[in-house]
């Protein structure tokens, strides 16, 4: 795959999320003293930027909630409980993409409404492109990784318990990074 600039065409088609090549992972503090990690295996999602027209953004992803993953079978459980995501009741993560401030060939910022619980809040990612090419197949392909923080309050995932010596259970502040692939099917 050769790297490039991104390409000025980029609105001409959508763009897929290439699951297969897409990372999105969380952190949070465990009883004060560790992080623990996660990920959801499952991604979709499409891209639509004219960069002549920052106000063109059309994005959409989700994460289904049931392919929440943190290595442990029984924290995974309750994470998909009422306490938590309650993935019965709201079986899916969305992230709309509203606008991106700065140059999307560098470093950026990307505004738009994440839904957690049915909770829709306005969430920043910082963002840094990683490349653009083609693939061997003549497909486009882009590259970016991404950062950003939430309060896991803000999105009624309120469950917690007290430690004999202060502090809680979980922490409330949630680290989430993104690495994603950007897939343009060849014509």
Known sequence: MTSTSIPMDIASRPWSVDASHT?????????????VRGRFAQVEGSAVYDPTKPGSLGLR???PVDSISTHNEQRD?????????????????????KRVEGDVGG???LIGDLTIRGITKEFVLNVSSEGAGSDPWGNERLGFSATGSLNRMD??????AALE?????VGDEVKVTVDVELLRAKE
């Open 165 to 169: 010596t202060g502090g809680v259970v």
């Open 77 to 97: 459980t309750h994470l998909k409980s009422a306490d938590f995501f309650d993935a019965a009741g709201h079986p899916e993560i969305t992230f709309v993409g």
């Open 107 to 109: 470093k950026f910022k």
């Open 155 to 160: 999105y009624g995932l309120t469950w917690n």
């Open 23 to 35: 990372n999105v992972g969380f952190s949070v503090r465990h009883l004060m003293i560790s992080t």
């Open 61 to 63: 992803v989700s994460l």
